[in-house]
């Protein structure tokens, strides 16, 4: 009975083997195969864009913005047309270019969000990068993203998926690809394009002295754009919020002395917060043109004693007056030399005061100093500074924040990088101050000793007063891409200057659409998607995994009465031997 049975079911499988087949078998694969198994959204989470521009015709930063690939870690073998991330602790110039050289479909840099954390070189050793990162236009996009729980879960986790790859067992290394978890990171921006028609704002304003038509005129200035490797991550803390802080503190205590007959001088005063700065000074540029070139008359034709640049002016206990061309004895420029050193030895004597001789190199793509674009017009200009070098890694760097604010997006313990130290800025605002006023008022040659102190009491420097603009400077970041004409800073810095100058004025900038100096572009913000992903190894062996489980039961099916034989002979009871 048990043998016609057999030959009944094998017959009927043989007969209708495919309608059969396709309900047992294909039917269940289909539906494991089609089952709806979205990718999971591990994490989402903001990134920012390195430097993309342009300046002179010089292609500069990361040229893409689009990213849709697998992350992977440094320590993985094949980093083609992958994701890589690092973090700060463990990143390097040379882990950055094997990269690129692999092909990378991009770089994510985790940063961590309080810098205090970071040791002192390891934020040294990446600040002096940063120009090394921009020196060349990088293909593939490379963003910088603040490190969280989440974030640093799925650095982990790539890690060890990452690392396994070097194994030396290809079991094993087959095993932990096809059980690992994965991540497929993606922006949800479109491609970066240039931005048209982009006005860099500076703002001037001015103090008239008292005494003819023909006066001297002192000009001031801070440029008040920050920069570093990535825009929307650029404080510029020191460099150059102190520089700013200490024009608007002495366009306040000098509008309090020329508010008073008594009090006011036979010298002109001009401010300038000029816009641009960390590009080759473009609004600097644009405002001595538009003074010496398309004016009749301005104070910039008249009678220039000289042009005092303030930068990175909020630590260190040097000081020095970077200059493109030693002052002439008996000039203006001499005196401002000479009373300098008479405060400092007087008043700051911890304070190490010295001249810095730098020519113009026009050879350089870029400007040393701010007061070398004055220097080209011809007119008196130096830079006072606490750093000795313009290379100096501080004055570009996105570790360039506030000494209380340790954290790139909140407050926190001391920074190990460059920092606003709110006494020696309050110290340098002061010393300058009283320079200043001993030139503007000749205190020298009126025989007035050298540690008299002008601002004291109710004309002292306010340190409250700069401690709140530089927290205000560097609550934002001020990189020339991201202010406007109609930004909060500009229109901050302008009532601040209204509050104390007269004829407070803006002057744009815009770049020649037919031969531009530079160019800005956009998609420098972005929202990363971390999709939890299986590796394609998993998708190759499932369908290993389910070819071979169809052929096991379509051998089966067509050899029914065979196997059936072998399971009986097999399971049958075997007789009893006496």
Known sequence: MFEEASEVFDNMFKSSFPLTLTFIVFLPAVLILVSPLPAEAAHEFTVYRMQQYDLQGQNYGSRNAILNTEARTVEAEVLSRRCVMMRLADFSYEKYQKALRQSAGAVVIILPKNMSTMPQDIVQQFMELEPELLATETIVPVYFALEDDELLSIYMQTQVSSSSQGSSSAAEVLLHSATANGFQMVTSGAQSKAV?????????????????????????????????????????????????????????????????????????????????????????????EDNLDHTESSLLQDNVAFVLCLDTLGNGDTLHLHVSKPPKEGSPQHALLKELQMVVSEQYPDVKFSMVHKKINLADDTLAWEHERFGIRRLPAFTLSHLESHRSAARNSIMDMRSVSSSLDGAGEATAGPHVDLKKLSRNTKLIAEALARVIYNLTEKGTNGDLEIFTQQMQVQEEQLASLVDWLTTQPRAAQLVDKDSTVVSTLEYYLGRYLKDVRRHFVRADKR?????????????????????????????????AYLGVVYLAVQHFGVLYSVLRRVMAPRAKQH
């Open 515 to 547: 031969d531009p100096e530079f160019v800005f572009y956009d998609q420098l913000k972005q929202t990363m998607n971390a999709y939890r992903v299986k590796p394609a190894i998993f998708d190759l062996l499932l369908a290993l995994c389910i070819a």
């Open 196 to 288: 048209s028609d982009w006005a860099i704002t500076s703002l001037e304003g001015r103090l008239a002295g008292v005494g003819g038509e023909d006066l001297p005129t002192i000009v001031v200035v801070a440029h008040y754009d920050s920069f570093g490797v990535a825009p929307w991550l650029s404080y510029g803390a020191d460099s150059n919020g102190s520089g700013v802080a200490v024009l608007l503190e002495l366009a306040r205590l000098f509008s309090r002395l020329y508010s008073h007959k008594r009090t006011q001088a036979g010298y002109n005063l001009l401010f300038f917060l000029s816009g641009g700065g960390k590009f080759n000074y473009q609004g600097t540029k644009r405002w001595l």
